[in-house]
Nanobody, 124 residues
Framework: QVLLVESGGGLVQAGGSLRLSCAAS????????MGWFRQAPGKEREFVGA????????NYVDSVKGRFTIFRDNAKNTVYLQMNSLKPEDTAVYYC?????????????????WGQGTQVTVSS
């Protein structure tokens, strides 16, 4: 069982930045690939990006490439989502999730553990 707690959401103007954090309870945090997803009102939850167990591999959905960066600190059992050049269409609840599958994946069903989400609102 892994408990994930996101933080760092809030209200920001378009063009601004936010850094989300996701703290994991597990002492075997480095055994999990970590993903970030988001869900806007009335829309399906969508993949944002993921990072491998050691942090040396990442992938992102095209809409955030070059603006968002995922990194992790295994010593602190924490994964981060740095979001720059934010746009109103980035407004959503952001979730982190943990997967035991070695290959980075955008599939929601590959992630066994989920946080409760944190709201990000980008004003125009």
């Amino acid at each position: 069982q892994v408990l994930l707690v996101e933080s760092g959401g809030g209200l920001v103007q378009a063009g601004g930045s936010l850094r989300l954090s996701c703290a994991a309870s597990s002492q075997t945090f480095s055994n999990y690939a970590m993903g970030w997803f988001r869900q806007a009102p009335g829309k399906e939850r969508e993949f944002v990006g993921a990072i491998g167990r050691s942090g040396d591999t990442t992938n992102y959905v095209d809409s955030v490439k070059g603006r968002f960066t995922i990194f992790r600190d295994n010593a602190k059992n924490t994964v981060y989502l740095q979001m720059n050049s934010l746009k109103p269409e980035d407004t959503a609840v952001y979730y982190c999730a943990a997967s035991t599958i070695r290959t980075l994946t955008s599939l929601r069903r590959a992630y066994a553990y989920w946080g409760q989400g944190t709201q990000v609102t980008v004003s125009s």
